[in-house]
């Protein structure tokens, strides 16, 4: 199987792709992964760069984790048009689109339900999957304080961050 993971740096940090790739390795799946990051941007930069249509349409991939920028999150109108552009490619393939929702700083939990509205609002338009990494995200912080899913900026992910991530994005994709 294959899947591309087009995002920035909360998707590259601790090379997450590989970690997604391990897990399902671990589950009896032969998984390789290819990542389109380029750190701050979000999927509009995406949208404009014809390495990620070329990719999108040419890559023969299974699934396409989506990942826009998460701090600051922009407004939600670009953030939208983007995923029009980006979906319109992902249609005139076999591949099933999943956006991986991000989480918010350590400061600003209180905006994660806006985070996490915007990227389900996206998956019901188009009818795909939402990786719940941030509602996850916090709900692990409160259950388990004393595993520090934040890097050290307190933005970006641990290794234990990138993991959770990792996993969530797994359970999603795979339990269908």
């Not at 941007?41 to 070329?54: I, P, S, V």
């Not at 396409?64 to 992902?90: C, K, N, T, Y």
Request: glycine fraction near 6%; include cysteine.
């Amino acid at each position: 199987m294959r899947t591309l993971f087009i995002g920035n740096s909360h998707t590259y940090f601790n090379d997450m792709p590989k970690i997604f790739a391990d897990i399902c390795r671990k589950n009896g799946i032969d998984m390789q992964v290819t990542m389109l990051t380029q750190g701050g941007m979000g999927l509009d930069y995406h949208a404009d760069n014809e390495q990620t249509r070329f990719n999108i349409l040419f890559g023969d991939y299974d699934f396409i984790i989506l990942q826009h920028v998460a701090h600051p999150m922009g407004e939600f109108s670009v953030m939208e048009e983007a995923s029009d552009r980006i979906m319109e490619w992902i249609k005139q393939t076999r591949s099933k689109a999943c956006f991986f929702m991000t989480w918010t700083e350590e400061d600003n939990e209180a905006f994660q339900k806006e985070m996490s509205s915007r990227y389900r609002k996206l998956a019901d338009k188009y009818g795909c999957m939402v990786a719940p990494v941030g509602e996850k995200w916090w709900a692990h912080i409160h259950e388990h304080p004393e595993i520090d899913l934040y890097f050290e900026d307190r933005r970006h992910p641990s290794a234990e961050g990138s993991g959770l991530a990792a996993q969530t994005i797994y359970d999603t994709l795979f339990s269908l």
